[in-house]
C-alpha cells in the first residue's frame, strides 16, 4: 500500500553514536489505523491543551487568593500599629508580642512576629484578633502598663466562647489595671554621666521611649568639657552609628544654651570634669538618676561623688562595680534595698548574658563545675594598631588579631547567683567584630539531662516567668553573630548549637549576646526600678 510498509519489510536507521547500522522490524499498519492514530493524538492533544489551560487558571487563582488574603493581613498590621501608638502616646500603655516590642515597628515585621508565635511559641494567633483586640483596649480605662497583646490573642482564641464579648473578656484579664481618675506617674530625670558606646545607646533608648506619662525623661548629659564645635560633633555621633545605624528622630543643635533637642526633648550638655560639683537643679533637674557609663569610677567611694551633686538622689555604674550590688535585672533586682541603698551597678554585658542560662540549669538541674569561655567582639579599650597596653595581649592590633584576655564574668556571677560560686572558671578571646558576642558554657551538672529536656527549660524561661525580657530563644540553625544586633535581650540562646555528653551529664550551651545594645537595655530597665516608675506588667 502507498504511504505505508509492506509487512515484513526491513528498514535501516542509520546510528548517530555507532558506524553500523541497526535493523528494526516495522509492525504491518493500514491507513485506517493512521487516520485513527490521527484523530486520538488530536484528541488527547486538546484534552492536553484544556489541562494545562485549567491548571493555568487555577494557578492564576491561588496566587491571587494568596495575595488578597496577605494583603488583608497587611490592613489589619496598619490597623495595629495605629492602636499601639495611641495606646501608647494616649495612655502610656505599651504593646508587645511574646516580648518583642511593636513601637517602631514595619507591617512585614508585625507579620513576622505572629508566624515567630506559632513557630517558636506554640501559640497561633491571628492578625486580625490581635488589631481588634488593641482597638478594644484603647475603649478601656487602664493605668499605665505593659501588655503582651500575643498573648491575649492566644487566651482570646481558647475562651471566647466562654465570654460575652472581647470587652468582657479583656476587662476580666486585666481588672487590677483598671483605674479611675489620675493616671499618670511622675517621670523620673536621668542624667547620663559620659556618652560613649552605652551612653548614646542609652541616649537614643530613652528618647525613643519618651512619650506622655514616660517613665524616665533624659534631660542632660555630662562630659569633661563643651564647646560649640564638639557639640556639633556630638550631635553627630548621636545621630550616626557604624554598628546600630542612623537615629531614627531629629536632632537640632542649639550652642546658645549648650544643648540638643532630640525629638522634641532638650537635652542640656554639661562640662563637668568633678561629678561632686555640679548643680544640676539650675537646669531644672531633680531627683535624679545618674547613670555613670565612663568606666573611671567604679567602687562605693568615687560613685558616691554623684550624690553630692545637687539634684541627684540615686547612681547606676554600667560596669561591675566593688561595695555595692551587683544586679543582673529579672534574677536578683528583689534583692534591693531600693529605699535605703542609693548606689548599684548593672554588673557587665558578659555577667547579663550568661546569668539567665545559668541560672535556669542550675534550678531546674544543678551545677557541679563549669567553665565559661566568651568570643567577644573588640572594644575601645584596646589598640586599632600595635601599640603598648597596660594588660597582656591587648596592645595587639584589635582589627586584625584574635586576642586571648581575661573576663570577670566567673566571679561576677556569683554575686548574681551565689549558688555558683567556687564553680566556675571563664577567659575571654577578643575577636574582629565590632559587635556581637558569643558565650560558651561548658557545664557539669548534677542530673542527667538530654537535648530535647534542656532546650524545653530554656524554652520556658523565654516565654514564662522572670527572665522573658532576658532570654531570646532562637531556632534558626543559620544563626550567626550579625543576626543578633539590635536583639533586645541580654541573652540570644542558640538552641540548635546545644551539646550533650554521652554520659547526660555534660552539656554545651551557646549564647550569643549584643554586648552594646542588649546590654544597654538592661540598663535602662534596672534604672526604672530603682527610680520606682514601674508600670503594671500583663506578660
Not at 432 to 454: M, R
Request: hydrophobic fraction near 35%; aromatic fraction near 6%; include cysteine.
Amino acid at each position: 500500500m502507498q504511504g505505508c510498509l509492506e509487512k515484513g519489510s526491513l528498514v535501516s536507521f542509520p546510528s548517530p553514536l555507532k558506524p553500523c547500522k541497526k535493523h528494526v522490524r516495522i509492525r504491518p499498519c493500514n491507513r485506517l489505523s493512521i487516520q485513527a492514530d490521527v484523530s486520538t493524538f488530536a484528541l488527547r492533544n486538546r484534552t492536553n491543551v484544556n489541562s494545562n489551560h485549567n491548571m493555568s487558571n487555577n494557578m492564576n487563582d491561588a496566587y491571587s487568593n494568596e495575595l488578597q488574603v496577605y494583603v488583608n493581613q497587611e490592613k489589619a498590621a496598619v490597623d495595629l500599629l495605629n492602636s499601639v501608638g495611641k495606646l501608647l502616646f494616649d495612655k502610656s500603655i505599651e504593646l508587645v508580642i511574646f516580648r518583642n516590642h511593636l513601637v517602631d515597628t514595619s507591617v512585614s515585621e508585625i507579620l513576622r512576629l505572629h508566624k515567630y508565635a506559632a513557630e517558636v511559641v506554640n501559640r497561633p494567633i491571628s492578625i486580625f484578633d490581635t488589631a481588634d483586640l488593641a482597638r478594644t483596649l484603647y475603649e478601656l480605662d487602664l493605668a499605665p502598663a505593659k501588655i503582651d497583646i500575643g498573648k491575649l490573642a492566644s487566651e482570646w482564641l481558647a475562651e471566647r466562647d466562654r465570654v460575652h464579648s472581647m470587652e468582657d473578656f479583656l476587662t476580666g484579664k486585666l481588672q487590677n489595671f483598671m483605674t479611675e481618675g489620675n493616671h499618670g506617674f511622675e517621670p523620673r530625670d536621668v542624667i547620663l554621666y559620659g556618652f560613649g558606646r552605652i551612653g548614646r545607646l542609652a541616649a537614643r533608648e530613652l528618647i525613643k521611649q519618651a512619650g506622655k506619662g514616660q517613665q524616665l525623661r533624659l534631660r542632660a548629659i555630662v562630659v569633661r568639657s563643651v564647646n560649640d564645635t564638639d557639640l556639633v560633633k556630638r550631635a553627630s555621633m548621636l545621630a550616626n552609628d557604624s554598628v546600630h545605624g542612623r537615629f531614627a528622630g531629629t536632632i537640632d543643635v542649639d550652642t546658645s544654651t549648650q544643648s540638643l533637642i532630640c525629638n522634641g526633648q532638650r537635652v542640656h550638655f554639661i562640662g563637668a570634669p568633678d561629678p561632686s560639683a555640679v548643680d544640676y537643679t539650675a537646669y531644672g533637674i531633680k531627683n535624679a538618676i545618674v547613670i555613670d557609663n565612663t568606666g573611671t569610677l567604679r567602687d562605693d567611694k568615687e560613685l558616691s561623688k554623684h550624690l553630692m551633686s545637687k539634684g541627684v538622689s540615686k547612681v547606676l555604674l554600667t560596669a561591675p562595680g566593688k561595695g555595692v550590688p551587683n544586679i543582673v535585672y529579672g534574677i536578683n533586682h528583689r534583692d534591693l534595698d531600693i529605699e535605703n541603698q542609693n548606689i548599684f551597678s548593672a554588673a557587665s554585658c558578659t555577667t547579663n548574658a550568661i546569668s539567665p542560662i545559668l541560672k535556669v540549669i542550675e534550678d531546674k538541674l544543678g551545677i557541679l563545675s563549669g567553665h565559661i569561655e566568651t568570643v567577644h567582639a573588640y572594644t575601645n579599650d584596646q589598640n586599632l594598631l600595635d601599640n603598648m597596653h597596660s594588660k597582656e595581649r591587648r596592645g595587639r592590633s584589635a582589627a586584625i588579631n584574635m586576642v586571648i584576655t581575661e573576663t570577670g564574668a566567673g566571679k561576677a556571677v556569683t554575686k548574681v547567683i551565689p549558688g555558683l560560686e567556687n564553680k566556675l572558671t571563664a577567659n575571654a578571646v577578643r575577636v574582629p567584630t565590632p559587635n556581637g558576642s558569643l558565650a560558651i558554657l561548658h557545664l557539669q551538672l548534677k542530673t542527667k539531662t538530654n537535648k530535647e529536656d534542656v532546650n524545653n527549660m530554656v524554652r520556658k524561661a523565654a516565654l514564662e516567668g522572670d527572665l522573658v525580657n532576658q532570654i531570646y530563644y532562637s531556632i534558626n540553625p543559620e544563626l550567626v553573630s550579625s543576626d543578633i544586633i539590635g536583639n533586645e535581650c541580654c541573652s540570644v540562646y542558640d538552641s540548635p548549637a546545644t551539646i550533650i555528653g554521652n554520659d547526660g551529664n555534660s552539656v554545651v550551651l551557646y549564647t550569643w549576646y549584643d554586648n552594646e545594645y542588649g546590654y544597654t537595655k538592661q540598663v535602662i530597665r534596672l534604672a526604672k526600678y530603682i527610680s520606682k516608675v514601674r508600670r503594671n506588667i500583663y506578660y
